[in-house]
């Protein structure tokens, strides 16, 4: 049921965007409540204002020293508090446009009133972002993230404190078992990078940490706490082991070690992203590399290369000064190849070391959600894994032709592989997820600490714009311009588990607070069960 909590203020201008409203006294006003008034026109028509409150103020009314407020409270001079409210309107039904009067009723918006505000009544097939701060459940419309009409969701805030990929991963969860994506969630799949710590290695083990309230907090927004039941893990195989063994230390089971053969490095043109630093994209550096690529396909000698060391020798040997270019150029491709192969070698490896390789291929088909580790991997070696993986998989489904189903990508440190200035194979192949993708079902969740340094038409084209804690100087920056003034500086103090979230529909940012993980997120979380050991006793 709807509440009055106050009036139309007759001492500030309405407008038919926004508006002030006086507060009874008797009512609790707080920032984010939804709003509306009602104004019936001449001819007999009602309109009808939703809006948001985002600034409030409270003041003596008749002061005029700032040291008054000192008699006021001694009871030597009489005066009256105040409270007003500001209002920033989302919706007006029907759309005719005129101010609200002063005088009139403002009511805090619930039930159907508050879907209306907030689009929620229009949103045919809707997604749980999270709760409101007062409890109440706030959608997201499926349509502009699984393509119909937009995709790609952009995150940004401070690392550690921001919650990016706790967000990212409750997002992913909501889709995968809240019924929203009906038939299709049993071929939609989930691709996560994890690039710190080995965080993200338990999300199929129940969280030790969670607690009872929590159970009620999922039940609002229509999920049952639980963990990522279908997980694949992959992790780099170890450096310098002939073994194919995964690099991870607090997880060895059920983890895959990945690499890739050399024959498959040559026949599928991977030599690109061993220079996947930011350059300049009529450099003559990547001539030179596409044109050993060329040469790698057709060449069998390099494809029957035992160790990455040989295949180095070979291109040195046999192939560069096969391919047009200048002597500086060529000198620039032998270094940063010697550093490729140091840096990222063992992941690519001779067909004796790999039997099965198989076995050892990143299989994203596998399992609904899969985590692919690559946090101990030295920079170079990361763009490659990234690189690979996106192209490979974004070729697959352009084979297909279809947008169904769905593959959601999820990738932290979002400037290091789409960097605002220069070009590299990488940032090509975000640039075609982020402008194609949303045709082909590939949807972009990226995470960042400044939207500032990430390539801007990446982060245009998110639909949804997800805004952790911010350092202050970074929020006034123009890629925030979504956010209000209010909410520039909320943005400073969000606590974890709060983050500030716009999406087309709704023409306000909107704070939200999303559960504590059911599922773990570090080793210290994992709940431990007792097993019978079969060997005790010997």
Known sequence: MSLEIGKILGTQDAQPLDFWIAV??????????????????????LVKMFGIIDIIKARHEGARFDSDVFLAEEGVLPLGRSTTAHVAVTRVEPEIFVPPLPGQTVFRAAGVARDQALFFDAMERKFPLGLSRDGEVVYGNLEFLDGSRGAHINISGISGVATKTSYATFLLYGLFTSGVLEKDVTNTHGIIFNVKGEDLLFLDKLNSKRKDENQNTYAKLGLKPGVFSSLSIYAPVKKQEQVLLPDTGSRQEGVTAYCWTIDEFCRER???????????????????????????????????????????????????????????TIAAFQRRLNAAGFNAGHLIRGKSQVERPDRHRINWKQRQ??????????????????????????????????????????????????????????????????????????????????????????????????????????AHRDEYRFLTVASRARAGILKPGSVIVHQPEIP???????????????????????????????
């Open 508 to 538: 306000a940012p909107l704070l939200v607070q999303f559960p504590f993980p059911a599922w773990a997120t570090r080793v210290s979380e994992v709940f431990e069960t007792h097993s019978i050991d079969p060997f005790r006793g010997f």
């Open 369 to 474: 959600l899969t985590v692919i580790d690559i946090h101990n991997l030295h920079d170079r070696a990361k763009r490659f894994v990234v690189g690979v993986v996106l192209r490979r998989m974004f070729e697959d489904k352009e084979a297909a032709g279809t947008a169904r189903p769905l593959v959601f990508i999820v990738l932290d440190e979002l400037n290091k592989y789409a960097p605002r200035e220069g070009w590299s194979p990488i940032k090509e192949v975000l640039l075609d997820i982020s402008e194609r993708g949303r045709s082909l079902g590939v949807i972009l969740i990226g995470a960042q600490q400044t939207a500032s340094e990430v390539e801007r038409r990446v982060v245009a084209n998110s639909a949804f714009r997800v805004v952790g804690r911010l350092d202050l100087a970074e």
């Open 24 to 45: 009874d006294e008797r009512q609790i006003v707080q920032l984010d409540d939804v709003v509306f008034v009602t104004r019936e026109l001449q001819d007999g028509r």
């Open 270 to 328: 991977y030599l690109r992203f061993l220079f996947a630093e930011a350059d300049d994209e009529s450099s003559q550096l990547s001539s030179l590399i596409s044109g050993v690529e060329a040469r790698l396909m057709s060449d069998d000698d390099a494809a029957r290369c035992e160790t990455f060391a040989d295949l180095q020798e070979h291109i040195h040997q046999n192939i560069v000064g096969a391919v047009p270019a200048a002597a500086g």
